[in-house]
């Protein structure tokens, strides 16, 4: 079974500050794994996603994700927050192995509030 | 704008009843997939659908089904509804089943 997990429900930073979402994951085989963004009222925008290669990995809207293999962990990073970035997150999980299928596991999310 | 477009946006019906919400994929998309999201379960996987076949199933109720059509539209029934389906259902597709999933703006149902 693959699960994700998201410790902190909020996360709040001053604008400019460096901005930092945590996940942990687990999944039988190796991982799939991504980050998606939901503003009120609207559905979950895809920001980026690991499959393989480098560990550090950008996506939209200067956002970028670290996967680590031995922590199991795939933090989402933004070096300087704006007010705009204040939104729910999600991170996702699938499991490589075609039997898995290809549903995406989410985490619980974590609201975002950044202050002017 | 995704791309994957939901009808309706609201749904408003009473206990027992029986709805159908349905999903457009992104153009070329062949892979159609089904959340469930509410606040105490979550964003919850259903189903997943590609080029008209079943292809995997998750947290669905015996009491949800759905089906994808030769033009590749999607559809959700819901029926017996309790108040407990309340719930945001958003729909999502992709090229395949390696690339990410782009989400729709969902319906959002209330069971009265």
């Known amino acids: 079974a693959q699960s994700v997990a998201q410790p902190e429900d909020q996360v709040k930073v001053a604008e400019g500050n460096p901005l930092t979402v945590k996940c942990t994951y687990s999944v039988s085989g190796n991982p799939y794994l991504f980050w998606y963004v939901q503003y009120p009222n609207r559905g979950l925008q895809f920001l980026l996603k690991y499959i393989t290669g480098d560990n550090l990995v950008k996506g939209s809207y200067g956002f970028e994700a670290e996967f680590n293999k031995s922590q199991t962990s795939f933090h989402l990073k933004k070096p300087s927050a704006l007010v705009s970035d204040s939104a729910l997150y999600f991170c996702a999980v699938r499991d490589m192995r075609q039997a898995a299928g290809n549903k995406l596991t989410f985490g619980g999310g974590t609201r975002v509030l950044v202050k002017p | 704008d995704s791309g994957v477009t939901q009808t309706p946006k609201h749904l408003i019906t009473a206990t027992g009843q029986r709805v159908t919400l349905r999903c457009s994929p992104r153009?070329?998309?062949?892979?159609v997939y089904w959340y469930q999201q509410s606040l105490d379960q979550g964003l919850q996987f259903l189903i997943q659908?590609?080029?008209?076949?079943?292809?995997a199933k998750g947290n669905i109720l015996e009491r949800f089904s759905a089906q994808q059509f030769p033009d590749l539209h999607s559809e959700l029934n819901l029926s017996s509804l309790e108040l407990g389906d309340s719930a945001l259902y958003f729909c999502?597709?992709?090229?395949?089943?390696?690339?990410?999933?782009?989400f729709g703006p969902g319906t959002r149902l209330t069971v009265l």
């Open positions: 153009s070329g998309d062949l892979s």
């Open positions: 659908y590609y080029n008209g076949e079943e292809r």
């Open positions: 999502a597709s992709s090229r395949t089943g390696l690339n990410e999933q782009f």
